[in-house]
């Protein structure tokens, strides 16, 4: 069965997600992966969405992190500031999904400005909830396509202090060594470790035991695609 | 005591011209009617205030309403960049736009503060970031039992609140529900509110996970039905993903843009 | 994941000797049934947390289950004293009650510190009384931004949290509507926590007011219809006011309270 | 028409309440008056109860604040500690209605102790929202009974520094010199300046002015024993 990269990169990302854990949400590929977790191998993972959303069952895959169906579907629904200081900060939550216009060798992200803060060559949309979920989540994982765009030496700004316990990118799996710095753990079929150093923007070690990761099965591809084309 | 009156009334006795404004609404309630009668009625200056400046403020900042964004995410939920604040702020166009940026925990506990009457919160926020060296809002405090060292911000008062919600009665107490973000937190933040609502009713029946404001913290209501869209409102509407979709390509360039301007001022 | 079992094998496992514990509801939805499952098996040397100690803490504290009690107003409600705190506190009757007072609004701001992860809260409070000088949870702090002193209270966290609710699920997810108090944030501040409900039901519809706990921090759920008793819960009882009065009488004396004792453990 | 000093002060309490203020109630005669108050002159009055109702408008006096009837007739219930942190303590409320064991010549009250507050001869509920009501609200009105051991020289505990505006009595009404010491302004009828100073334990002053309340009208009395016979 063929598959693109990015549908390896969210079935990876998926399959990081043990079952009845708890998981904040971010909207994009972290949504999609929480989501098709949640439809395979992961029935009870409870989505929370920072508008307030707790347990959220959407039946299809929100736009925003405020469309109505997460708040339908959800266990409870309550405000900003409660879903913050109640629910995130007190390290309830057992997994933090994050992504990042950029990502340093420590899995620090930057989501704020490409180039100088106060004359920007791109200002991004910022920070969001990030630095929190980061801090807040008992654990991080960060899911971003591999490039020497996002994978690079030093960060412009720092958005959040990540220290995710796994990446998940196009190209394969990194986790952090002993000293903190990430290394690449497994490759997704197809992938060199020579693409993969590549695409980073600094020297890349690889793990003893790198691995292969295992291809999205049918079943996964299935319900993915089920998701993301209706 | 609450004044029901037309939305244009309404925004002209509630915002003015150099105000500190919040338009709430985290992507659903978003008072867009509200925000585009104050591109019509010239406000110029405004400090605008709003953890996810998406659509409605990229509208008023290339409308040329803004003079400074306090803000934690800035962009079209689902879909991009806003063009018109990364116009602003990369060129200066319309005009320069001074930015206070934060994260959602610390301008959420911002206006916690600020409904709080206290002149601070404090939360375990943006350690280890960037965002305190380009913020004055970010400062350390220990805690006098434990002595841990936390993150204080200072309460974010308001000028003037402007939200949207499904109904008020007649006496200008407000019902909203569904997703109530930081709406109550807004309204009491501020020392002039405007809520503009879908219908107004005689009786407003209870709903689950509804939010109440009552009347004697609104100053304003007016009837706009619909005017939250493209935003939405649970149980009146959904929210048109194919607008914010379309914004992208209006927001690109001046000249489009220039055009959805001339046709809201029409 | 919650643990759906009987009220004494609940109440076994959440509350232990030496326990910081709390038996939250506010006037409504106290969890009785459970104290008085506490009473039977025969817990020592409990802290008491509670913001209003009324009769259920005058029947834990006059079967010797407690050693200390924190809290912000002791009386029996619309009737007068609590005559077992009375005795405690005034002749160590059974045993010496050492007491930690505050106020209502620095208690509920312990409980929104722990429940938020905080080892404090700020507010504006006990200014200009004798509290500060009788207690170590009320301590000045200064704001970063202002310097305005302000009051810092420590967060309560407890080792047990009981309340009683209206209805769970099959899943353990709680729901509770009428006057909610400080419930949700005394559950959030708790190890261990367990909720009696009414009835278990199979979904959990909306209903206007409602709080939703869902399973994943309540540790154990007891069916207990009627275990607010004299207390109530909105929807399926009224408060036993007569009860109430009654109690006057009961506690007023040691032998009277001592039959009560003696039937309850039965 | 006969009416007794308890309905007296009452109604005198009620009559201290504008119509369309915001009003915090505590339970007991406090209660009684501001309900008396939105049955007669003050319809518009709102009263917020601290379990959490905003403008509760009972049918019949609650035993409790936390009476059913407070909840189901309200405009809004919110937590205990947004009643405390949104709603009391930013000022918003117009009115708090305390009452007292003790109280001393500037208004401060005590409800916690009489005797030493180690060994206490009387131990007494506490302070509950009282010390928060005294300084969250933007006037306090007292109302207590008169006699020389509640008006006393010296508290023997400050539950809360209450600086009230009016104090109602069975006795009168006294209000605060620009000293800020309790000076008796109106007499009930009936009562006399030496009845006053006989049941205050300070040298009671006596306003140049002092007055004579108007007694209950029929009206009121009506109301309020239709409220307090139900």
């Known amino acids: 069965m063929n598959y693109s990269a990015d549908e390896m990169m969210t079935v990876a990302a998926a399959r990081a997600l043990r079952d009845r854990a708890v998981c904040f949400v971010g909207i994009g590929i972290p949504s999609t992966a929480a989501n098709l977790a949640r439809r395979t191998h992961a029935p009870g993972l409870v989505l929370i969405y920072e508008s307030g959303c707790i347990g959220a069952k959407p039946t299809s895959l929100p736009l925003s992190i405020g469309d109505g169906e997460l708040a339908s579907s959800a266990d409870a629904v309550v405000s900003v500031p409660e879903i913050f200081n109640y629910w995130l900060q007190p390290g309830r939550v057992d997994v933090g999904f994050l992504s990042a216009a950029q990502l340093d060798r420590r899995g620090n992200i930057n989501t704020t400005v490409i180039g100088p803060y106060a004359s920007p060559e791109v200002r991004l949309p910022g920070a969001g909830g990030a630095p929190e979920i980061a801090s807040g989540c008992r654990s991080v994982v960060v899911v971003v396509r591999q490039s020497l765009k996002t994978f690079v030496d030093g960060l412009d700004f720092v958005t959040s202090a990540a220290a995710p316990r796994m990446v998940i990118t196009d190209l394969g799996v990194l986790e952090p060594s002993p000293s903190g710095e990430l290394v690449m753990t497994s490759l997704h079929p197809g992938v060199s470790a020579a693409d993969a150093r590549a695409a980073t923007g600094w020297d890349l070690a690889m793990a003893d035991d790198l691995g292969v990761t295992s291809p999205p099965s049918p079943h996964e591809l299935d319900v993915l695609r089920s998701l993301t084309h209706r | ?266």
Request: proline share 6%; charged share 20%; aromatic share 8%.
């Open chain 2, 1 to 266: 005591m609450t004044v029901i009156t037309s939305l244009p009334d309404a925004v002209a006795l509630v915002v003015q011209d150099g105000d500190t404004v919040a338009f709430e609404g985290f992507t659903h309630l978003i008072p867009f009617a509200a925000g585009h009668e104050v591109i019509r009625q010239g406000r110029r200056d405004l400090t605008l205030v709003r953890m996810t400046p998406d659509v409605i403020y990229d509208q008023l900042i290339g409308a040329g309403c803004a003079r400074r964004l306090v803000f934690s995410w800035g962009g079209n939920p689902g879909v991009g960049s806003l063009h018109r604040f990364r116009d602003a702020v990369q060129h200066g166009w319309p005009a320069p736009l001074e930015i206070e940026e934060n994260s959602h925990a610390v301008m959420a506990n911002r206006y916690v503060a600020a409904a709080s009457g206290l002149p601070f919160a404090v939360l375990r926020g943006a350690v280890g970031t960037d965002l305190p060296a380009h913020s004055d809002s970010i400062r350390p405090i220990t805690c006098p039992f434990t002595g841990e060292e936390l993150t204080a911000v200072p309460a974010l008062r308001l000028d003037a609140a402007v939200v949207h919600a499904q109904r008020a009665d007649r006496e200008g107490n407000v019902q909203l529900w569904g997703i109530t973000g930081v709406q109550k937190e807004a309204v009491l933040s501020a020392t002039r509110s405007l809520v503009t609502v879908e219908e107004i009713v005689p009786v407003l029946e209870p709903v689950p996970g509804a939010v109440v404001l009552p009347s004697w913290v609104v100053d304003c209501v007016a009837l706009a039905p619909g005017g939250a869209h493209p935003s939405y409102a649970d149980g009146y509407s959904v929210r048109d993903n194919a607008f914010y979709q379309e914004w992208d390509a209006i927001s690109r360039d001046r000249a489009t843009f220039g055009e959805w301007l001339r046709e809201l001022q029409r």
